[in-house]
């Protein structure tokens, strides 16, 4: 089974909406811990916000805000207020105990003027 | 701030070449990574090392092997390069400790077509 789904290989958003980009976990581990990640045309990798499971409030982070619903083993981000750079993949993981990262297959944003 | 360098952005090699990828990081960071990264695959674990002489295998470590001998710098060797290695090769390091915070800071990556 998929450690990680992304189930939204491509997304549009006006730009100034707000988005959410859907990923969903599958861990036996009490404690882990869920990361979103973006990557530009230029490849580089930037860490955006991080949820651990004991946490009881959502993360955010500026415009990120990460909805993490434990039960359903969801950790969705939410992007308020898009902007034209936000046009990007964005990658969900988790960290399980151990070291091991997993990642999802990513979601394409493209954010129209 | 956390560097994680790549030797090469981009790097072409033919059919059977032994091929080195070489990543270092400034930050004392225990565990070192190795990923490929493919359109519709997203990222695939190649190996890790969380200490240095020391390394696991991820999920995909066939065709390729892996030298940490000083804690900065992470190796990946293609023995016999292949076609089916064109990817880009992304580096990434995070520090040690049982907490699971501590995101992993990644290099730029390493674009390699094998012709």
């Known amino acids: 089974a998929q450690k990680i789904t992304q189930t939204q290989p491509g997304m549009f958003v006006q730009e100034k909406e707000a988005v959410t980009l859907d990923c969903t976990y599958d861990t036996s581990d009490p404690s882990y811990g869920l990361f979103w990640y973006k990557q530009p045309s230029s490849g580089e990798m930037i860490f955006l916000i991080y949820q651990g499971s004991y946490d009881q409030q959502n993360a955010t982070e500026g415009r990120y805000s990460l909805n993490f619903q434990k039960a359903r083993k969801s950790a969705n981000l939410v992007i308020s207020a898009s902007q034209l750079g936000d046009s990007a993949m964005y990658f969900c993981a988790m960290r399980e105990a151990l070291n091991q990262f997993y990642f999802g297959t990513g979601t394409s944003l493209t954010v129209i003027p | 701030d956390v560097k994680v360098t790549q030797s090469s952005r981009y790097l072409v090699k033919r059919t059977g070449e032994k091929v080195f990828l070489e990543c270092v990081q400034d930050?004392?960071?225990?565990?070192m990574f190795w990923y490929r990264q493919d359109p519709g695959l997203g990222l695939r674990l190649i190996y890790f090392?969380?200490?240095?002489?020391?390394?696991e295998k991820g999920d995909i470590p066939e065709g390729y092997s892996v030298s940490r001998e000083k804690k900065e710098r992470f190796s990946l060797i293609l023995e016999s390069a292949s076609t089916n290695q064109t990817s880009m090769y992304l580096c990434?390091?995070?520090?040690?400790?049982?907490?699971?915070?501590?995101?992993?800071?990644f290099g730029p990556g390493t674009r390699l077509t094998v012709l």
């Open positions: 990434a390091s995070r520090p040690g400790g049982a907490s699971s915070y501590n995101e992993q800071f």
């Open positions: 930050m004392d960071h225990e565990n």
């Open positions: 090392s969380y200490d240095v002489k020391m390394k």
